[in-house]
């Protein structure tokens, strides 16, 4: 009964990102000038006091993050925009760059979420039931040893278009493209375009 209150109660409330900040003030460091937009969210799943997200000046920013352990760090560098819509899941590290924009729908994923291994994943699912029934986050007590994890940068003066899917371990280099709905798995070298699935060159980019 009351979990069902406190779920209408924030659906009338609304989400307010500043409010988050305000009540979890170590969460986040923000440079001068930068803002959050409507859409953008933190969804910090387990809390251990920690700074999760550093922010340069001058940026724009619609992104949701989640944290979904007691790990995992995003780090935005100056004059950067992310649009809404656009998922950093972080358990290692996140890294962009300054002047880097982000099209919306975008995923940067930095682990694997699960194991490779079918055994493992019917514990994942028989943690998350324990969990989920005695009142707790569902992955409260996951084994993330098993999950395979690695950080990724976005170098300065990149562009990620909409819903292309960032992987865990990959460097996307300076002034780099990655085309709408590309899935990279690789790192990309400075300044050419990627497209596709797996993201390939397709362009050379004069700078």
């Known amino acids: 009964m009351l979990r069902a209150f406190l779920q209408w109660l924030r659906k009338r409330l609304g989400y307010d990102i500043h409010r988050e900040i305000d009540r979890h003030p170590y969460f986040v460091k923000i440079g001068k000038a930068s803002s959050f937009m409507d859409s953008a969210r933190i969804d910090c799943r387990i809390d251990h006091g920690k700074q999760r ?18 790990q995992g760090f995003v780090s935005i560098g100056d004059r950067s925009f992310i649009n809404s819509g656009t998922w950093l899941i972080s358990r290692s590290k996140i890294e962009i760059g300054n002047d880097v924009t982000i099209a919306w729908g975008v995923c940067i994923y ?3 979420s699960h194991s490779l ?15 989920f029934h ?4 569902f992955i409260a007590n996951k084994d993330w040893s098993k999950v395979n994890t690695a950080p990724i940068r976005i170098c300065d003066k990149a562009w990620i278009g909409m819903n292309a899917i960032i992987l865990k371990g990959v460097t996307i ?9 590309a899935v990279v798995t690789h790192d990309v070298p400075a300044w050419i375009v990627v497209a596709g699935n797996p993201a390939c060159e397709v362009k050379k980019l004069q700078h």
């Open 173 to 181: 280099g300076e002034g780099a493209v990655v085309g709408a709905g």
């Open 134 to 137: 005695a009142g707790r986050n």
């Open 53 to 70: 997200v550093s922010i340069g000046d001058d940026c724009i920013l619609g992104c949701t993050f989640v944290f979904e352990s007691d």
């Open 110 to 112: 930095d682990h694997d």
């Open 117 to 131: 291994d079918w055994r493992d994943r019917v514990e994942d699912i028989r943690q998350q039931n324990e969990d």
